[in-house]
């Protein structure tokens, strides 16, 4: 079964007092490895919000298979230094199976 998720973040003023160099930095050593680790079985597609909504300031659209293997890449974002030094805050997690228009779901 495909499953699609919304993971709705935002980056807090700590992380935007880092300089520019310095979180390009934190991302190679924390961020990229967390999701190329996860690339393989999860479909991450990174959006940007901080200009179109005051709750997120940035979303993901997830697309999986396996909702153990999702949970498995939120739980290492949240155990990242990128959470524990509190520079983002989950805002919205929701995870959902696509039906089309019309569709029967008493299935």
Sequence with gaps: MKYTAFLGVRFEPEW???????????????????????????????????GFSTRHTDFFIVGFDDVAQYHAFVEDLRESP?????????TDNAIGIEQPFGADDSA
């Design 16 to 50: 935007f007092l880092l300089e520019p160099a310095e979180r390009d930095r934190f991302e190679a050593e924390h961020v990229f490895p967390i999701l190329g680790k996860h690339a393989s079985v999860l479909d991450i597609r990174p959006f940007r919000a901080s």
């Design 82 to 90: 990128l959470a524990a030094r509190r520079y983002v805050t989950v």
